[in-house]
Structures are given as C-alpha cells and as structure tokens.
C-alpha cells in the first residue's frame, strides 16, 4: 500500500516516539554491578597432613591450585608456617607448595607460626609467632617480586581489650600489615574434617553426598550474608570468603566457584575490596569467638537479636561425623 504525505508524517511520528521510548527504557535502566568476593584459603600449606599420605596431599593440593587458576579466581592463601616443619625440620616439599601459589599467580599471607589465638596468648608472643611466620614466607614472595602485607588473625580472634587491639594494629602496620578480615565465616572445616575421614574409609557415596550438602551449604551461606550487607548498608558490600586448604575444598572448588560466577560475582583480589567504605566501620564485637565482620559492625550499630537470626547452621549428622559438639 502507498501512503500520501500526511500517511508518511504519522508513520515518521510514531517511529520517532518508539526509539525515544526505547532510549529512555535503555538510559533509565542502570545495568547491574557484578558481585564481587574475596576467595581467602586458610592454614596453608594443608590442613590434613596427619590424615593423609604425603602422595594424597600433593594430589588434592594440585587440585585446589588448578581449580584456582582455572577460574580465575585472584585466591590468597593464609600460611601457618609451623606447618611447614615436621619433628623440627623444615620439609622441603611443604615450602614448595607455597611456591606453587605463587607461581599460579595467586597470593600469599601471614597465619603465624603455630595458629596461637590472640585472646590466649600474651601480646609479645603473638607478635613473635607474626614474626615467626614470616621467616620463610618473606623471602619466598621477595624471589617473585613481592612481600606479605595481609594478616589474618588465627581463630578470627581480633582481641578483647583495647590496649591489646591498638599495639597490635601498631605492630602490624610497623611490618606493612593490613588486617584481612572475613565477611562470609562459615564452618567448612567442620565438612572437611567429616569429608576426609569418610575418604580414609572408603566411603564414596558418603563424601559425594557431604560434597554436595557442602556447596549448598556456602550458597545459603552467600544468601544470607548477601541479605545482612543490605540491611546494614543498604546494598551489597563486596564480600570475602573464608575456606581452608583442605581436601574437601580440593574437590569442591570448580564447582563451587561456578555457582559463584552463576550468582553474579566476579572473583577479585583483597586490594580491590578493602577500600569500600564498608571495610572503615567500626568493630563492635569484643566477645571471645571468631565472627564475620559483618556481624561485628552490626554490634557496633547496637543491632537487635534478631538481626543476627536466620544463619544457615552445618547440620547435626555433619557435626556427629566429623566429631565436633559445635562450630
């Protein structure tokens, strides 16, 4: 059909008022941040070194590295450097294991030597065990070109009195120390300690099924912390993930770290996060456990009870199998 003058004008009309409408639809619409997350491995080099053979370990340690890498994921892993002594004497291949993050590309910091909780140790001697952690770590990172600048406090405890906290943040800061703190806490040493005996005993269909209940047990974990960031901040705060260096988390990580990406997080590195505003509040929390900071900033907002419910909890049967009362 053929249109006269005026026919061409409305078509014209009409088109016009259907792109501007679409622009506007386009322009009003802000797309989405991605998620972001830390993904912190603790008690490096491994944690299961008494539960299994050194030939296990080097398998399952490979496995954690390659799945890190392959997905991109900007890893830190935190040293015990205790661990990399056995009857006294410096184990060669344990050191090497730390070598291999770094030539990954992923990070490494500072545990202590021996794990020594902070609210059970006088202050000099969890300043010497920070020292003592270096000794290794320090010239290993300065042969790729770095130093250790991340510190995380064993057992998540940050101290109780305020004239211990505040040497402490002296002394790390003296050292080129930053704290790395934890957002996601979650009990995945409980699933890994029950997840390898079950390995010792055989027990595939046992440790598929704890696998399993594990990765859905961090994403009700995301869930949930994802959901607290809102309610404190009003919006969501970039995240860090607490793990452990364990078989369990060798065998979980690909596909942990996919239903991650699936959620909308992109994996970054400490220096990316750290500087959010977030990470500048104020720690309320001066009891004697290890907590995310999310709940410590709460305290300090004076947050009711029951803000704090809801948290998905590692099931009984888990507990009973890996033999803890608790988390």
Same mark, same amino acid.
Not at 160 to 187: C, H, K, M, S, W
């Given at each position: 059909?053929?249109?006269?003058?005026?026919?061409?004008?409305?078509?014209?009309?009409?088109?016009?008022?259907?792109?501007?409408?679409?622009?506007? %639809?386009?322009?009003?619409?802000?797309?989405?941040?991605?998620?972001?997350?830390?993904?912190?491995? &603790?008690?490096?080099?491994?944690?299961?070194?008494? /539960?299994?053979?050194?030939?296990? +370990?080097?398998?399952? !340690?490979?496995?954690?590295? @390659?799945?890190?890498?392959? #997905?991109?994921?900007?890893?830190?892993?935190?040293?015990?450097?205790?661990?990399?002594?056995? !009857?006294?004497?410096?184990?060669?291949?344990?050191?090497?294991?730390?070598? &291999?993050?770094?030539?990954?590309?992923?990070?490494?910091?500072?545990?202590?030597?021996?794990?020594?909780?902070? !609210?059970?140790?006088?202050?000099?001697?969890?300043? *010497?065990?920070?020292?003592?952690?270096?000794? %290794?770590?320090?010239?290993?990172?300065?042969? =790729?070109?770095?130093?250790? +600048?991340?510190?995380?406090?064993?057992? /998540?405890?940050?101290?109780?009195?305020?004239?211990?906290?505040?040497?402490?943040?002296?002394?790390?800061?003296?050292?080129?120390?930053?704290?790395?703190?934890?957002?996601?806490?979650?009990? &995945?040493?409980?699933?890994?300690?029950?997840?390898?005996?079950? /390995?010792?005993?055989?027990?595939?269909?046992?440790?598929?099924?704890?696998? @399993?209940?594990?990765?859905?047990?961090?994403?009700?974990?995301?869930?949930? =912390? %994802? *959901?607290?960031?809102?309610?404190?901040?009003?919006?969501?705060?970039? *995240?860090?993930?607490? /793990? !452990?260096?364990?078989?369990?988390?060798?065998?979980?990580?690909?596909?942990?770290?996919?239903?991650?990406?699936?959620?909308?997080?992109?994996?970054?590195?400490?220096?990316?996060?750290? @500087?959010?505003?977030?990470?500048?509040?104020? &720690?309320?929390?001066?009891?004697?456990?290890?907590?995310?900071?999310?709940?410590?900033?709460?305290?300090?907002? #004076?947050?009711?009870?029951?803000?704090? *419910?809801?948290?998905?909890?590692?099931?009984?049967?888990?507990?009973?199998?890996?033999?803890?009362?608790? %988390?």
């Amino acid at each position: 059909m053929r249109l006269g003058g005026c026919g061409w004008r409305v078509v014209a009309l009409v088109g016009i008022s259907l792109l501007s409408s679409a622009s506007v %639809e386009a322009g009003g619409r802000q797309p989405t941040p991605p998620r972001r997350v830390v993904i912190t491995v &603790d008690d490096l080099p491994w944690v299961e070194f008494a /539960l299994s053979t050194p030939a296990e +370990v080097a398998a399952r !340690h490979r496995k954690l590295i @390659d799945a890190l890498s392959r #997905q991109r994921s900007q890893a830190i892993g935190f040293v015990n450097e205790d661990k990399l002594y056995q !009857h006294d004497a410096l184990v060669p291949a344990r050191r090497q294991m730390l070598e &291999d993050w770094l030539r990954a590309g992923l990070s490494l910091g500072n545990h202590t030597y021996g794990h020594r909780g902070l !609210h059970s140790t006088a202050i000099a001697d969890y300043e *010497q065990a920070i020292l003592r952690g270096e000794s %290794e770590l320090r010239p290993l990172m300065a042969a =790729y070109g770095a130093a250790p +600048v991340w510190f995380r406090h064993p057992f /998540l405890q940050a101290g109780q009195e305020a004239a211990a906290r505040q040497r402490l943040a002296d002394f790390l800061a003296r050292r080129g120390y930053r704290i790395a703190p934890v957002t996601i806490d979650n009990g &995945d040493w409980i699933f890994a300690r029950a997840y390898v005996q079950a /390995l010792n005993a055989g027990d595939q269909v046992l440790a598929t099924s704890l696998r @399993d209940r594990f990765i859905a047990y961090i994403e009700a974990k995301f869930k949930y =912390y %994802e *959901q607290q960031s809102k309610r404190l901040f009003g919006r969501e705060i970039p *995240q860090i993930l607490l /793990l !452990h260096a364990s078989a369990l988390n060798a065998d979980s990580m690909d596909e942990l770290l996919r239903r991650l990406r699936r959620r909308g997080y992109e994996f970054v590195s400490m220096e990316d996060v750290i @500087d959010d505003p977030a990470y500048a509040h104020a &720690d309320g929390y001066r009891g004697r456990a290890g907590i995310s900071w999310m709940h410590r900033w709460a305290m300090a907002e #004076q947050q009711p009870k029951v803000f704090y *419910q809801g948290e998905p909890a590692v099931p009984a049967d888990v507990l009973a199998l890996a033999g803890v009362s608790g %988390e």
